[in-house]
């Protein structure tokens, strides 16, 4: 059983598309976060979502928009891709928990945009 | 500025030795300081956990330890095996945003037989 998923795995796109990655929880976790990890192998906090609502957004360029439909799911809508936008994308989850906030993640979306 | 400084260089070291990761860190207060394992092309994976009023924490051939004074924090893996090959990435929490990780750019570590 997969506790953190996501797809694709691999994406590979053009400049200017619009592209969306998919994440699914079966934790039974309150919170959700997208990641992002450049070539220099930061792993840099994008959103956070608890419960369906937004708590954490970093400054990320508002080509990319999360949606949370319910708290097992959180998605990544990216618009109007940049060559910038190459990385890897993890999506983790994690209970809301002050005590305890390890997060789970997941295998990762490598995002090449040419 | 803020940062979360470990080793950039790899770190080889012979199976059965220990290995010594150091996580520095500067303007954080963090309240929690964690340790993940990554191995390429998968996700970080959750090993320790250590708060700000602990200073040591095992679990099997682990070990953090958490110096709030120095800012750093040490993370050992005794009796190395090949197997414990990764890049080990320390991460932040600090009471101003919980639920926001700070990771550092994270160690390889590279055991050999």
């Known amino acids: 059983d997969t506790a953190v998923s996501q797809t694709p795995k691999y994406l590979v796109t053009q400049m200017g598309n619009d592209k969306s990655i998919k994440c699914e929880q079966n934790?039974?976790?309150?919170?959700m976060y997208w990641y992002k990890q450049d070539s220099k192998k930061f792993l840099k906090i994008m959103f956070s979502?608890?419960?369906?609502?937004?708590?954490i957004n970093e400054t990320v360029p508002n080509r990319f928009s999360p949606k949370s439909p319910d708290k097992a799911h959180l998605n990544l809508h990216i618009n109007s891709l940049e060559l910038g936008d190459s990385a890897v994308y993890f999506c983790?989850?994690?209970?809301?928990?002050?005590?305890?906030?390890?997060?789970?993640f997941g295998q990762g979306t490598r995002l090449t945009v040419v | 500025s803020q940062k979360i400084e470990q080793n950039s260089e790899a770190l080889n070291i012979q199976e059965g030795k220990t290995a010594t990761l150091t996580c520095n860190y500067t303007?954080?207060?963090?309240?929690?300081l964690q340790w993940y394992r990554q191995d390429p092309g998968r996700g970080p994976v959750f090993l320790l956990l250590?708060?700000?009023?602990?200073k040591e924490k095992r679990k099997e051939r682990l070990k953090v330890t958490f110096d709030t004074t120095l800012k750093q924090s040490l993370f050992h893996i005794t009796a190395s095996q090949p197997a414990d090959s990764a890049t080990y990435l320390c991460a932040l929490e600090t009471t101003d945003s919980w639920g926001k990780l700070q990771f550092g750019a994270g160690t390889q570590v590279v055991v050999t037989p």
């Open positions: 979502y608890n419960n369906k609502e937004l708590i």
């Open positions: 934790l039974g976790h309150d919170t």
């Open positions: 250590i708060r700000e009023n602990e």
């Open positions: 983790a989850s994690s209970p809301w928990d002050r005590a305890n906030t390890e997060a789970f």
């Open positions: 303007n954080y207060s963090p309240a929690y």
